[in-house]
């Protein structure tokens, strides 16, 4: 996902009682009872989504979630090595922690893609952690923390061959009406810049009746919003016996009743097909927005890249997506600055921009990343180059959005209000094409659904104000806020 800067931390604001697996701990004993933990996560909605099942497997076993690391017996950071950057800001935090934490009561441990990139050689780096396990081996997780809860100081789990999905019952999902579900896992691609087939493992995705069944129940849980997760979503494959299609499968969530939104994400291009596009025009309760990664407009460089598509291949999926009746918004990730590319490739970039009129992009600058097709390149653009394209691109990209965005004005959306802002007394929505609305309202209004007018608008947000107030009998309006099921 182009969300891959975001850091979030996952403990907060649930208690165990929360947690549905009824009532006492399932696997508390002595070793674990009373202790709490931490987990802070790095990176993209995956990881965001492996964080919630880790929290829930270590509910299930009796810790409790506390909001910092000072207060926890057990922290877990679940890592990104997307870029250099992030990979690195881990063991800034475990030095963090080794001054904080000298007398080592505290176990440690590294989860997700550092953990399988750079596996037992944490435990070198950093003596004060015990645990270092990747994201394809977390089914193993509760025989890992047995391990831990011993005594044993160096745990692991960082085998990658795996046909496993994480699947668990026990999921402290951080946002009580969004859910994300995972339908696939891995990557089969080799994006010379990539890191991800070697920290997430080959791919493998889960059968359409289990991810049905998982809609049901989280619908029976009061879930309204469903975001499908996978590295590339669209490569999904049924080994049910019904051998859905991706755009079958879609369809059949939107008609799951109770659900009134699906995203998707990461969509590749290479395996974008216009029934995807078909199935988002039939219903409605598919979100009108579609994320489809571009990286380069320069079809050299996506062919260094190993993208699998040329720019006129990809403006052809993106044509198929205009010619729908719903206007469908479009966000890509964009990386400058590859190996060998020139200023023409670049300017091949900025006029994709212009070609497509995206309504968000995220755009990174190329950083190597070990074992890729991209590390046995030469890394030719100077950083500050780099630095100044991307500044070139996301100031022209910030026009393009503020047009798109203000040519909105007037119209109403209805929008999943999703948090308040009490300083400006605003209620925080989404609309279904994931534009950010901000309008006057309350706290009590979250998670519910509301029609909002557009009267203003930013490069990033829209600005409006609610178009289904009622007036009550005392003359005043009222928010008639809408059962959210
Ligand atoms: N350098 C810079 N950006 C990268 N991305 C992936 N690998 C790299 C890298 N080595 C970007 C891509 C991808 C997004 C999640 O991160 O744009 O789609």
Not at 89 to 105: E, P, T, W, Y
Not at 198 to 205: I, Q
Not at 219 to 244: F, H, K, M
Request: with cysteine; proline share 5%.
């Amino acid at each position: 996902m182009g969300s891959d800067l975001v850091q979030i931390n996952t403990s907060p604001n649930v208690q165990p009682e929360e947690v549905r697996v009824g009532g006492e701990p399932l696997f508390s004993d002595d070793a674990v009872r009373g202790k709490t933990f931490y987990i802070e996560t790095f990176g993209c909605a995956m990881n965001v989504h492996d964080s919630e099942k880790v929290a829930g497997t270590l509910m299930s076993r009796g810790y409790r979630p506390v909001e910092t690391h000072q207060e926890a017996d057990l922290i877990f950071y679940n890592t990104c090595s997307i870029r250099e950057k992030a990979a690195e800001k881990v063991f800034s935090r475990l030095g963090v922690l080794k001054k904080a934490h000298r007398n080592g009561s505290k176990i440690i441990g590294v989860l997700g893609c550092v953990a399988q990139q750079e596996g037992e050689e944490i435990f070198e780096r950093a003596p004060q952690v015990s645990l270092v396990c990747g994201s394809a081996s977390y089914t193993r997780l509760p025989d890992l923390l047995e391990q831990v809860e011993a005594g044993n100081r160096r745990v692991t789990g960082l085998e990658l061959d795996t046909e496993d999905c994480f699947e668990t019952e026990f999921t402290r999902r951080d946002n009580p009406f969004r859910a994300y579900m995972t339908i696939i896992e891995g990557c089969d691609q080799r994006c010379a810049f990539c890191v991800v087939p070697m920290t997430r493992g080959p791919e493998r995705s889960r059968p359409s009746e289990r991810i049905l069944a998982d809609c049901r129940r989280l619908v029976d849980e009061g879930y309204t919003e469903i975001q499908l997760l996978g590295q590339i979503v669209n490569a999904w494959q049924d080994s049910s016996p019904e051998r859905l299609s991706f755009a079958e499968l879609l369809a059949r969530i939107a008609e799951t009743r109770g659900v009134r939104r699906v995203r998707f994400a990461t969509s590749h291009p290479r395996y974008f097909t216009p029934d995807i596009v078909e199935a988002i025009e039939s219903h409605p309760a598919l979100c009108d927005q579609i994320h489809l990664p571009v990286q380069s407009g320069s079809t050299d460089v996506l062919a260094r890249m190993l993208r699998g598509y040329s720019r006129e291949q990809y403006l052809e999926k993106i044509d198929c997506i205009r010619r729908s009746r719903r206007a469908i918004s479009i966000s890509t990730d964009i990386i400058v600055g590859f190996c060998g590319e020139t200023r023409q490739d670049f300017e091949q970039t900025m006029t994709l921009l212009d070609a497509v009129e995206y309504d968000q992009i995220f755009s990174f600058k190329y950083s190597v990343r070990p074992n890729t097709a991209g590390a046995g390149y030469e890394d030719s653009v100077p950083e500050d180059e780099k630095g100044r394209w991307l500044a070139e691109l996301q100031e022209h990209q910030r026009q393009i959005q503020l047009r798109r965005n203000q040519a909105l004005l007037g119209q109403e959306f209805e929008v999943l209000v999703d948090s308040y802002q009490p300083r400006l007394g605003q209620a925080v929505g989404r609309t279904t094409s994931n534009r950010v609305l901000n309008f006057p309202g309350a706290a009590e209004w979250i998670g519910h659904y509301m029609k909002v007018r557009v009267t203003g608008a930013g490069p990033n947000s829209l600005v409006g104000v609610r178009a289904d107030q009622n007036t009550g009998a005392d003359g005043f309006t009222h928010p008639r806020i809408s059962n959210p099921a």
